[in-house]
C-alpha cells in the first residue's frame, strides 16, 4: 500500500513559514494567543504519524529548542551529508540522504502508512516530486512582508481539491486540501 | 470622513495573482466551475464602491478584454506618466500620477466613502502605505510555482483581524480580513 503524505504547517498571509533568518517569533507570538488545550489538529495528526520527516535545517531550529518535541516518534533527516546525532535524542531518528521519491518508497516498502513532511525546502520538494497527498496550511493573521515561503517552483500547475476551512476564534484559518496523485 | 479602502481578489494556493507573464488563464478555467450567477461577492462589493483605484498595467490587461466591464463606475488609474484614454472608455475614467498616499487624502477631501484597489503593484503601494482597511481574498485551489506575488515587502509586520472564511462547494476559499488603522 502507497504510504499517505501529509504537510501541516503555519504559514502568514503572505505565504511565509519563517522570517528570512529563520526566526518564527511572529508565530510564537500567534501561538501566545491561542486558548489552552487548542492545538489546531496537531495532536490528532501527530497520533496518525508513522515516519516524519524533515530537512536538516529543521532539525537543527528544533534542536535549538532544548527539548525534542517528538517523543517516541521516528523522526528521518534528510541531508546531503552525515548527520551526527546527539546521544540524547531518541534512537527512533534517522539521517537520509536519499531523493523524495527514493525515501518515499523505501518507507512504503517498509509498511509505512502516514508520512509527515516538515519544513520548508522538504514540503517544496516533495511537492515538487508529486509526493504530497494532503496540505492543512493554517494562516496566521499577519503580513510578514518577506521571509521563506511555503511554496516554491513546480514543473507544472498543481490542482487541488478543498476539503475544509475553519476559522478560529483567534483569527486563525486552517485551510485542508487534498492533491490528486 | 476618512474613505474605506478595499481590496478585493482572488490568488493562487501559493499566492499569485497572475503568472509571471500576467496570463490569468488559470483564473479563467477555474471560475469556469463556478455555477452560475455565483460571484463570490462581488457585485455586493462593487455596488458600494465609489472609486476604483488600478494601476497602469491592470487597466491595459482590462483594455484588452476588449470591453469595458466597469460602466459608469469612477475608474482611477495610476500611472507616472500621462494615459491616453480611448474615446470609447466612459468619461468618468481618470488618471492620476499622485502617491498613494496624495491621492487617498485627495478622494478623502472629495467626499468619496468606500475605495477599491485593484492590481497587485497597487495593491502592495497601498497595503505599504498603511491605507488599507479591508483584504478579501479568494483563494483558488491550485499551486502554480511562479508568478506575480499578490504580496509584496512592507516596513514592517501588519497585524490583521481576520473577520471571515467561507469555503464555497466549488473549491474556493475566500478569507476577509480588517486592517487596523
Known sequence: MKPKVSVFIATSLD????????DIDWLDAANATVPD???CGYDALIRTVDVLVMGRKSYEKVLSFGSWPYGGIPVTVMSRNPIAFPDSLPKTIQHS???????YERLAR??????????????????AAGLVDELTITIIPVIL???????????????LTCVGAKAYDFGFVQLRYTVPR
Chains 1, 2 share one sequence.
Do not use: C, M, W
Open 15 to 22: 505565504g511565509y513559514i519563517a522570517r528570512p533568518n529563520g
Open 37 to 39: 488545550g487548542e492545538d
Open 97 to 103: 540522504s536519499e531523493q523524495p521519491q527514493k525515501l
Open 110 to 127: 517498509e509498511g509505512v502508512s502516514h508520512v509527515y513532511i516538515d519544513g520548508g525546502n522538504t514540503i517544496q520538494r516533495f511537492l
Open 145 to 159: 512582508g518577506d521571509g521563506i515561503p511555503l511554496f516554491g517552483p513546480i514543473a507544472s500547475d498543481l490542482s
